[in-house]
């Protein structure tokens, strides 16, 4: 299961893009950051370091 951002909570700190052992995580246009699904080994470590908890698995 991917983990997914919440664009209405993420701040743009780019904390999990620098963290992301997969180098799945990446800055939208709109400068918050967005998770490659594909990419995604679902191993938490994005949603361990946001500061404002916007990152959750993806209940899909």
Not at 35 to 55: M, R, Y
């Amino acid at each position: 299961m991917a983990y997914k951002i919440d664009p209405n909570k993420c701040i743009g700190c780019h904390s999990c893009m620098a963290t992301c052992p997969m180098q799945a995580i990446s800055a939208g246009p709109d400068g918050k950051c967005v998770i490659d699904p594909a990419k995604c080994v679902s191993c938490g470590t994005c949603a361990s370091i946001c500061p404002v908890t916007a990152i959750a698995p993806d209940q899909k």
